[in-house]
């Protein structure tokens, strides 16, 4: 069964502190790992994903298939990165995707 | 930017009663999708949807609920006699391809 933990629902750090959310995942096969973000009263925006290996608004995440894991990391955190963030994983046939639980992270000024 | 707009944004039913959601996707994506989530728990996949049909659906989409593309741009959830337990938000979500889906804002349902 494909599976995504986030094994911290609250987050909190100063605003320049780095921050890491963190997830981990059990699958089977070769997985596709996203993070997504909702902020305040919007909705669900992709973030991140690993294939594309990118940076967004100065995160980043690291598919580590030995460990498993998924963090997604700033070195800077800032107050406008206060959201709920979503690790997600895409399902076998590539049509739908399994959440984790959810990390609600405060930046505090 | 084209966006996934849903609607109503909440919706107040009696719990036995039928309800609709409505979700316009964007408009070039070909796979749709609905997902909901109770009150402090994560984001559950329902249903995908994909050329006219339901490519996958979970075992949370049980005969109560059905999905339909009536016309060329509207994706809608009916859930035939509500309960309690389905009081949750509501999010579509399209996309072009599989590997990234854009959602609304999300129906609020309530079953009272």
């Known amino acids: 069964a494909q599976r995504v933990t986030q094994p911290e629902k609250l987050l909190s750090v100063f605003k320049g502190a780095p921050v890491e959310l963190k997830c981990n995942y059990s699958y089977s096969g070769s997985p596709e790992l996203f993070w997504y973000v909702q902020y305040s009263r919007q909705r669900l925006q992709l973030l991140l994903r690993?294939?594309s290996r990118e940076s967004i608004k100065g995160f980043t995440a690291d598919l580590n298939k030995g460990e498993t894991s998924f963090h997604l990391k700033k070195p800077f955190a800032q107050e406008e990165d206060s959201a709920m963030y979503y690790c997600a994983l895409s399902g076998p046939t590539g049509n739908q995707f399994y959440f984790g639980t959810g990390t609600s992270l405060t930046v505090i000024p | 930017e084209p966006e996934v707009t849903q609607t109503p944004s909440h919706q107040v039913t009696q719990m036995g009663q039928e309800v609709i959601l409505r979700c316009v996707p964007i408009s070039n994506h070909l796979y749709f999708y609905w997902y909901r989530q109770i009150l402090g728990q994560k984001v559950e996949f329902l249903v995908s949807?994909?050329?006219?049909?339901?490519?996958?659906k979970s075992e949370i989409f049980d005969d109560q609920f059905s999905v339909e593309r009536p016309d060329g741009s509207n994706f809608t959830l009916k859930i035939r006699s509500t309960k309690l337990e389905d009081s949750a938000m509501y999010f579509c979500?399209?996309?072009?391809?599989?590997?990234?889906?854009?959602f609304g804002q999300g129906t609020r349902l309530t079953v009272v």
């Open positions: 949807f994909y050329n006219n049909e339901i490519s996958e």
């Open positions: 979500a399209s996309s072009e391809r599989w590997t990234e889906a854009f």
């Open positions: 690993h294939i």
